[in-house]
């Protein structure tokens, strides 16, 4: 027979403490089994069935083959600045040129006060933004991020938009 290699399992090692029940309490099931003459076999070949590694020309097999070009998003910013801005756009369920406009025009009524504290915190450096803008691929290939902050790189002075929308709302409530 050729060797199977199994799939990797993490157990964590218990002492014999915990499975051996103290006295005067309710045996355990090891404990039970241990007591007993005819042990249950195991059939080692189903195991190897159930926990063996795919090999890797039949995982290709199994993948459904699409003949689709899958569209590839273009991701300029770091990994963590992107996931980020990211779960902060996703709140506005909105295109990221829609949120750019309530900036640009300080529509304080479309945005909370939370909301533009976090997006302070997102605005990029001016390098981050001349990055975006010196961008010359497709720019609908580019992420959602990506596709906000340069949407807001157009806007002069973004930052004192944000401040001047924050102190609105200050001043609101």
């Known amino acids: ?34 007591k007993q003459d005819d042990l249950p076999s195991v059939d080692y070949t189903q195991l190897d069935d ?32 992107a996931l980020q801005a990211g779960i902060f756009l996703r709140q506005f369920h909105r295109e990221p040129a829609d949120i750019a406009n309530i900036i640009r025009n300080i529509e304080v009524n479309q945005i909370t006060g939370d909301q533009l504290k976090a997006l ?20 609908t290939k580019l992420g959602m991020p990506e596709r906000f902050f340069l949407e807001i790189a157009d806007i002069p002075k973004v930052k004192i938009h944000v401040e001047a929308m924050m102190l609105q709302h200050d001043y609101a409530e």
């Open 1 to 34: 027979l050729a060797e199977t290699f199994l799939r990797l399992a993490y157990w964590k090692k218990i002492g014999s403490e915990k499975v051996q029940s103290p006295r005067g309490e309710q045996e355990s099931v090891w404990t039970e089994l241990s």
């Open 50 to 81: 159930l926990f063996s590694q795919q090999e890797a020309a039949n995982l290709e097999a199994a993948k459904p083959q699409d003949n689709v070009r899958k569209s590839t998003v273009v991701t300029l910013l770091d990994g963590k600045t």
């Open 120 to 139: 302070m915190k997102l605005l990029p450096d001016q390098s981050t933004f001349d990055m975006l803008k010196d961008y010359d691929g497709d720019k």
